[in-house]
């Protein structure tokens, strides 16, 4: 029987190592070489396996298990890193002819060749291997001296957590954000404009000034995400990495960078593609000017070419200075602009209803592609650089990505010019605008604004909302065309008719969909008002308000004080709430979705004792029962859940998997509870 028992444990061993490998490989492929072995269906499954196996048989997980990649220790600061090899960074230089001096001079007593690299703009780290194990990971610091940032690391897919072999090796990399998802990232920061500080460090660890400078441009972007204190935040952001250069290989000598890199390859590392090695100095000169031509279609930001000795003895006998290297050299670009003329100046009407100026302008070919017109960010702007219509401009590209008008040229005006001044009406649906005294921006209050209507709609529908399941953008966006639907209460009076013939529906996904709607309207209080889209209320406000206000008509009639006096509520969300409900067309929407049946009171559980009074829980992990029951139990006896450990908690009920919540209630002395401990309390 134990001999049984050992067979079929070795087998799971084994069974968990073959899914690691294979999971390693497809990613390798996926992420490094864009090749799908697998469907993401089939991923998703084996993966899902991993996970159960490993849950079940911790013993065995892996360290290079794909599992582990995104960590779930929320860091107070990042302990530091002493760096066995000194990252030192480059000696800049801006001229053509500052390069061949350079290599001219080393020319002068050695015959070498050269290598010449994109410069990449991101964040410099170095990854410690040991026998083939990535052990740790520091970001450059001061070039002695760096933070240990491990943990982050190991959420970027391209970093192999494994070698293929048992090696001690230390390399360096780049560590950046390419443009596509810096892209994105200002795109879903749009949604989150004016969120209270306090908000933006729940939604994203940071305050709201420092997201500001993260989403700046990509490399900033790059930076900021790498250093979150919790990595779940660093894993969303979709990193990527290139590495550059070997700091120390114990097991192995090189003759050359050239014949390093190749190295690197065969380990699995994301080398840097943009690698040149040249013969003479021309060929070198060549090399830059052809990847200043191609920077605009890389899809990575990057601001110069490092030209490098490829010998290594040579590299040694060159030496370096207290912070550079002898034997490179970084040419940077000038930034590209070029100068247009305005023929218009339009305004957009985004998701949060910012009424946004755009300059359009005669086509002009900028950092690889024809650029015609570009954001003037707001009318503050305008109205400080005095840009007009019909003006000549200087526009470039900030980080080489999102275009930008610098100045206007005023000496070349000649008096047809026109002045533009800020609207006072939305340019779509022509209701009032506002402009909050304590912001730059000028916004469209409609709620019926059909510029407005798509990403409202999807919202209310969203998961952490009403949870509308297969009521998608796609969707909505047909709906609105097909003029169904125009605000959110319109969702509970489609009929079958309406939806059945839509495309990509059907009978099936018609009768799932009305469903999914009308199950919908039995959703807790806090989840309606967070779908109601209120600025600056998202899902944990939600439910602060829905735990103290009976009802949302309750919460319509609260007063400023009423609203501000409770905790986390401030002046600005309370005022936000009030104008929001305010407004004509809130009232006639809420009491649409009344009449359709759905649920406007709260669930809250009225207390059978006080048994947990002035106690705090938090909850987290997998429980054998769902969250929302064991909060029933703790409200049902006087007690308070919260999502956050701190030290008012007083204790923490945790499950399978519990993860950062568990490390932070251990650090503060927090009493923790597995559900036995929580239910001897109860009795």
């Known amino acids: 029987m134990i001999e049984k028992e050992v067979n079929k444990m070795e087998e799971t061993r084994k069974h968990i190592e073959e899914l690691v490998e294979k999971l390693n490989y497809y990613s390798f492929e996926y992420y490094n070489n864009d090749n799908s072995v697998v469907s993401d269906y089939e991923f998703d499954m084996l993966m899902q396996e991993l996970k159960n196996l490993e849950r079940k048989y911790p013993q065995y997980i892996m360290p290079d298990s794909p599992t582990q990649r995104v960590g779930s220790i929320i860091m107070d600061k990042f302990p530091p890193v002493k760096h066995k090899v000194q990252m030192q960074s480059l000696q800049d230089v801006f001229e053509l002819e500052d390069v061949r001096s350079f290599v001219n001079k080393i020319n002068e007593d050695y015959d070498v060749d050269y290598v010449v690299e994109t410069k990449i703009d991101g964040l410099s780290v170095a990854l410690e291997y040991v026998d083939g194990v990535f052990v740790r990971g520091a970001t450059r610091g001061d070039g002695i001296t760096g933070e240990d940032v491990t943990n982050n ?10 070698l293929p072999e048992k090696i001690t090796i230390t390399v360096r990399g780049e560590v950046f954000m390419s443009k596509e998802t810096f892209r994105k990232l200002n795109e879903e920061k749009d949604v989150y404009e004016g969120m209270e500080n306090s ?85 070198i000169i060549e090399k830059i000017e052809y990847i200043g031509e191609k920077r605009g279609e890389l899809t990575y930001e990057m601001d110069g070419a490092v030209v490098k000795v490829n010998d290594i003895k040579t590299r040694e006998e060159l030496g370096q200075t207290s912070k550079v290297p002898k034997w490179a050299v970084a ?60 003006d000549t401009v200087l526009v470039q590209k900030a980080g080489d990505i999102i ?82 639907v125009k605000n959110i209460a319109d969702i509970y009076y489609l009929e079958f008719n309406d939806i059945v013939d839509m495309e990509r529906m059907g009978v099936k996904s018609a009768n799932k969909l009305l469903k999914a709607i009308i199950a919908s309207k039995d959703n807790s209080l806090d989840r309606l008002i ?57 009232a006639e929407i809420i009491q649409r979705l009344k009449s359709a049946g759905v649920n406007m009171k709260s669930n809250k559980v009225e207390p059978i004792d006080d048994k947990l ?40 009920l945790a499950g399978e998997e519990a993860g950062s919540k568990l490390s932070k209630a251990k650090q503060l002395g927090v009493e923790i509870l597995d559900e036995a401990s929580f239910e001897d309390l109860l009795k």
């Not at 938090?618 to 139990?633: C, N, Q, W």
């Not at 859940?641 to 923490?652: A, H, I, P, W």
Request: aromatic fraction near 8%; charged fraction near 25%.
């Open 153 to 162: 690391l190991k959420t970027i897919k391209t970093i192999p957590l494994k």
């Open 199 to 283: 908000l933006w460090e729940k939604e994203f660890g940071i305050t709201q000034e420092l997201a500001t400078k993260v989403f700046s441009n990509p490399r900033n972007a790059a930076s900021g995400s790498l250093r979150q204190l919790n990595s779940k935040i660093t894993a969303k952001r979709n990193l990527d990495i290139y590495i550059f250069n070997i700091q120390e290989c114990k097991d192995r000598e090189f003759k050359t960078h050239y014949e390093g890199l190749k190295y690197l390859r065969t380990l699995g590392f994301n080398v840097n593609p943009g690698v040149y090695r040249c013969d003479t100095v021309d060929e």
């Open 331 to 390: 040419y940077k670009y000038p930034p590209e602009a070029r100068y247009t003329k305005i023929k218009e100046i339009v305004t957009q009407v985004g998701r949060t209803g910012v009424i946004t100026p755009m300059a359009i302008f005669e086509t002009i070919r900028l950092a690889g592609s024809n650029v015609s017109k570009a954001t003037l960010h707001n009318f503050d702007y305008i109205k400080e650089k005095d840009i007009r219509i019909g």
């Open 403 to 484: 275009p930008e008008v610098v100045e206007s040229i005023k000496e070349k005006r000649d008096g047809t010019e026109i002045v533009v001044e800020a609207p006072t009406k939305c340019p779509v649906c022509q209701s009032p605008v506002v402009k909050d005294e304590k912001e730059v921006a000028i916004r469209c209050m409609s709620i019926n604004c059909p510029a407005q209507q798509l990403r409202s709609i999807v919202h209310f529908a969203s998961k952490d909302c009403m949870d509308i399941e297969g009521f998608g953008p796609y969707l909505v966006d047909n709906l609105i065309k097909e003029k169904l």
């Open 530 to 586: 967070n779908g109601l889209g209120i600025r600056h209320i998202g899902k944990n406000t939600a439910k602060l308000l829905a735990d103290n206000f009976e009802s949302l008509e309750k919460l319509q009639n609260a007063s400023l004080f009423e609203l501000a006096s409770i905790n986390e509520i401030g002046e600005k969300i309370a005022l936000s709430i009030i104008e929001y409900f305010e407004n004509p067309q809130t």
């Open 613 to 652: 009074y002035d106690k705090t829980f938090v909850i987290t992990g997998t429980l054998s029962k769902p969250r929302d029951a064991f909060v029933e139990m703790i409200q049902m006896h006087g007690g308070k859940v919260t999502n956050t450990v701190s030290k008012k908690t007083t204790y923490l």
